[in-house]
């Protein structure tokens, strides 16, 4: 069973705008959830986390929201970048695996 | 920093053939290695994490007799897949740890068509 899901397979915003990426997970066992950029051709690289005991942690532009209780997490960007284009991964974990969700492509338009 | 190369960056070969990936971390000395495996369209899936030195712990439903997983040294792993099928084409990415599943440094992956 996917236990990481990501709903929307893809994003499209203007550059300036706030890009909001979701994601949904079932496990209540995570405690500890990541978001990863990927570019084509390249390695997931690390973005941004957030531990089950904070509800917001932020980092520039970037803002990661969790709601426990209805078991979902997002990403904030703001204000969207063109090179911001790239596909975004959230991860959770309980501490042994990391547990991806299907990704959403994101796209900023100029 | 935290550069992970992956070699080759793809590879067709013949159903029947054994196919090996190498991961390896540029800039750090990488404790823990990972890889997953990632179909279209779809999320990374954990096949194996290895430790320097010990045997690799395989996710449930994965064959350790076909996809053979050597961490030898604290800069280098590999995965090989033994008698390869059409099935087994598909995107391996490896990522490597200098502490563990919380700081993991992906490699460019490698595409793995088999005929």
């Known amino acids: 069973d996917q236990q990481v899901k990501q709903n929307s397979p893809s994003l499209s915003v203007q550059e300036g705008r706030i890009s909001i990426l979701n994601c949904d997970y079932t496990n209540s066992m995570f405690d500890y959830f990541l978001w990863y950029k990927k570019y084509p051709a390249e390695g997931p690289t690390f973005l941004i986390s957030?531990?089950?005991?904070?509800d917001k942690n932020e980092d520039g532009r970037f803002t990661v929201f969790l709601n426990k209780s209805a078991k979902h997490l997002s990403l904030h960007i703001v204000p969207s970048q063109p090179g911001d284009s790239a596909v975004y991964f959230c991860a959770a974990t309980s501490g042994s695996r990391l547990t991806f969700g299907e990704g959403t492509q994101l796209t900023v338009n100029p | 920093g935290a550069v992970v190369s992956q070699h080759p960056s793809w590879v067709i070969c013949k159903s029947g053939t054994s196919v090996k990936i190498e991961c390896r971390s540029l800039d750090f000395q990488a404790t823990t290695m990972f890889w997953y495996r990632q179909f279209p369209k779809q999320s990374l899936m954990l096949m194996a994490t290895s430790n320097e030195g010990s045997k690799a712990t395989y996710e449930q439903g994965v064959e350790k007799d076909k996809f053979l997983i050597n961490h030898a040294s604290l800069t280098l792993s590999t995965l090989t897949v033994t008698s390869a099928h059409p099935e087994d084409s598909s995107f391996y990415i490896c990522s490597a740890s200098p502490s563990g599943i919380y700081e993991q440094y992906f490699g460019p992956g490698t595409r793995l068509t088999v005929t």
């Open positions: 957030i531990s089950s005991i904070k």
